[in-house]
Every structure is written in structure tokens, then in C-alpha cells.
């Protein structure tokens, strides 16, 4: 598993804002303090799945989800409203990691 600090406009580690990968699970993770935000599954085509209660929960997280994904908030809705984008229990799940 690797972790990397996000970085700001300004090429600095921010800190408590993490990517996450799990190369032997194929998935990648972006994590805001002690909460998984996204999960994106590699092996299902890049499936998207977000946090039902933390996806949009603060504007620094809200903006480092958006450079995860490399999306802003207004396309986010529009893929979960689509349902392209699932909304999931992704901090109460055993074995998540």
C-alpha cells in the first residue's frame, strides 16, 4: 500500500488530506483526516464509490475531492445523481483496507 500527501496549488504536502493505492487490491483511495471519502475500484472499471457522510463535507475536503477526481462539485452531483457514481458506506466496513 502507498500513501501520499495531496498537494496544494503551491506544490506543498497538505497534511491529513492522503491518496491512497493498494496495488494489491487495485484500488485507490483519497482520505480526509480519519475518513475515507472516495474508493475507486480498478478492477471494475474505475467504479467510484463515495462516502454518504463525508463526500461534501467541508470545503478543504470538498476541494481535495475534486482534485482526486479531478472533477468539480457541480459534475460530482450530476454522476451520482446519475448513479455512475455510488454513494456508500466506506468507514464502517470491515476489512475496507
Known amino acids: 500500500m502507498k500513501v ?4 496544494s496549488k503551491n506544490g506543498r504536502a497538505v ?3 492522503l491518496s491512497i493505492y493498494d ?6 483511495y ?6 475515507i471519502i472516495i474508493k475507486k475500484d480498478y478492477n471494475d472499471g474505475g467504479k ?4 454518504s457522510d463525508t463526500w461534501d463535507y467541508s470545503t478543504t475536503t470538498g476541494r481535495y ?16 445523481k446519475s448513479g455512475e457514481y455510488t454513494l ?5 466496513v470491515p476489512g475496507l483496507f
Open 23 to 28: 496495488a494489491e487490491k487495485n484500488v485507490g
Open 65 to 80: 475531492r475534486n482534485q482526486w477526481l479531478g472533477e468539480n462539485t457541480k459534475i460530482i452531483k450530476s454522476k451520482i
Open 15 to 17: 497534511p491529513n488530506q
Open 88 to 92: 456508500a458506506d466506506l468507514n464502517s
Open 48 to 51: 467510484v464509490y463515495l462516502d
Open 4 to 7: 501520499y500527501n495531496m498537494e
Open 30 to 35: 483519497f482520505q480526509s483526516y480519519k475518513s
